[in-house]
Protein backbone atom coordinates (compact mmCIF):
# COMPACT_ATOMS: atom_id res chain seq x y z
CA UNK A 1 0.00 0.00 0.00
CA UNK A 2 1.30 3.53 -0.63
CA UNK A 3 -0.13 6.75 -0.11
CA UNK A 4 0.68 10.29 -1.48
CA UNK A 5 -0.12 14.12 -1.03
CA UNK A 6 1.02 17.32 -1.25
CA UNK A 7 0.24 18.99 1.69
CA UNK A 8 1.58 17.92 5.38
CA UNK A 9 2.49 19.49 8.65
CA UNK A 10 6.41 19.05 8.24
CA UNK A 11 8.05 21.12 6.62
CA UNK A 12 11.59 19.87 6.82
CA UNK A 13 12.63 17.29 4.45
CA UNK A 14 13.27 13.64 6.27
CA UNK A 15 12.73 10.03 6.09
CA UNK A 16 11.15 7.95 8.62
CA UNK A 17 10.79 4.26 9.21
CA UNK A 18 7.88 2.74 11.44
CA UNK A 19 8.00 -0.54 12.87
CA UNK A 20 5.15 0.02 15.39
CA UNK A 21 2.04 1.16 16.22
CA UNK A 22 3.24 4.29 17.98
CA UNK A 23 5.87 4.57 15.04
CA UNK A 24 3.06 4.55 12.63
CA UNK A 25 0.90 7.04 15.02
CA UNK A 26 3.75 9.64 15.24
CA UNK A 27 4.65 9.32 11.08
CA UNK A 28 0.80 10.38 10.45
CA UNK A 29 0.80 13.24 13.27
CA UNK A 30 4.00 14.62 11.48
CA UNK A 31 1.53 14.58 7.95
CA UNK A 32 -1.21 15.83 9.81
CA UNK A 33 -3.91 13.06 9.31
CA UNK A 34 -5.32 10.46 11.12
CA UNK A 35 -3.27 6.79 10.80
CA UNK A 36 -4.93 4.32 8.10
CA UNK A 37 -5.35 1.20 8.81
CA UNK A 38 -2.16 -0.87 8.51
CA UNK A 39 -0.81 -4.32 8.63
CA UNK A 40 2.40 -3.60 10.69
CA UNK A 41 2.46 -7.06 11.63
CA UNK A 42 4.01 -8.21 8.40
CA UNK A 43 4.79 -4.46 6.84
CA UNK A 44 7.48 -1.81 7.51
CA UNK A 45 6.62 1.64 6.92
CA UNK A 46 8.98 4.04 4.94
CA UNK A 47 8.07 7.52 5.02
CA UNK A 48 9.51 10.68 2.96
CA UNK A 49 8.58 14.35 3.69
CA UNK A 50 10.54 16.24 0.55
CA UNK A 51 9.96 19.62 2.84
CA UNK A 52 8.67 22.89 1.77
CA UNK A 53 8.33 23.34 -2.41
CA UNK A 54 7.44 26.43 -3.86
CA UNK A 55 4.74 24.98 -6.13
CA UNK A 56 3.33 21.80 -6.71
CA UNK A 57 3.59 19.07 -8.68
CA UNK A 58 6.73 17.31 -6.44
CA UNK A 59 6.65 13.57 -5.53
CA UNK A 60 8.55 10.68 -4.53
CA UNK A 61 8.88 7.56 -6.26
CA UNK A 62 10.71 4.16 -4.39
CA UNK A 63 12.42 2.20 -6.32
CA UNK A 64 13.14 -1.95 -5.24
CA UNK A 65 14.74 -2.37 -1.97
CA UNK A 66 18.10 -3.62 -1.70
CA UNK A 67 19.68 -6.07 0.47
CA UNK A 68 23.64 -5.20 1.11
CA UNK A 69 24.69 -7.56 4.07
CA UNK A 70 22.19 -6.70 7.24
CA UNK A 71 20.75 -3.54 6.01
CA UNK A 72 18.04 -3.20 3.45
CA UNK A 73 18.48 0.03 1.54
CA UNK A 74 14.93 1.35 0.34
CA UNK A 75 15.96 4.20 -2.44
CA UNK A 76 13.20 6.52 -3.51
CA UNK A 77 13.26 9.29 -6.82
CA UNK A 78 12.42 12.84 -6.79
CA UNK A 79 9.63 13.47 -9.09
CA UNK A 80 9.57 16.99 -10.23
CA UNK A 81 6.97 18.80 -11.90
CA UNK A 82 6.06 18.98 -15.58
CA UNK A 83 3.98 21.42 -17.21
CA UNK A 84 1.30 23.25 -15.44
CA UNK A 85 1.54 23.15 -11.45
CA UNK A 86 -0.13 24.64 -8.69
CA UNK A 87 1.10 28.06 -7.63
CA UNK A 88 1.09 27.00 -4.43
CA UNK A 89 3.36 25.94 -1.37
CA UNK A 90 3.26 22.50 -0.58
CA UNK A 91 5.21 19.77 1.33
CA UNK A 92 5.03 16.35 -0.41
CA UNK A 93 5.15 13.59 1.34
CA UNK A 94 4.75 9.80 0.18
CA UNK A 95 4.68 6.71 2.53
CA UNK A 96 4.48 2.72 1.74
CA UNK A 97 4.22 -0.74 3.03
CA UNK A 98 7.22 -2.76 2.33
CA UNK A 99 7.51 -6.83 3.67
CA UNK A 100 8.81 -6.80 7.01
CA UNK A 101 11.94 -7.72 7.67
CA UNK A 102 14.84 -8.14 10.49
CA UNK A 103 17.40 -6.32 8.95
CA UNK A 104 18.29 -2.49 9.59
CA UNK A 105 15.90 -0.22 6.97
CA UNK A 106 17.96 2.71 5.26
CA UNK A 107 16.14 5.02 3.16
CA UNK A 108 18.37 7.02 0.68
CA UNK A 109 17.30 8.96 -2.44
CA UNK A 110 18.75 7.51 -5.37
CA UNK A 111 21.82 9.06 -7.66
CA UNK A 112 20.42 10.32 -11.12
Known sequence: MEW???FC????PSTRVART???????WTAIG????????????AVA??????NTGGYGVRFLEPVAEGRTITVRFET???????I???TRPYA?????KTDLDVRVVEASR
Open 4 to 6: KGQ
Open 9 to 12: AESA
Open 21 to 27: QAEWASL
Open 33 to 44: QPPPQADLGGHV
Open 48 to 53: VFLGLR
Open 79 to 85: TAPKGFA
Open 87 to 89: QAL
Open 95 to 99: VRLFP
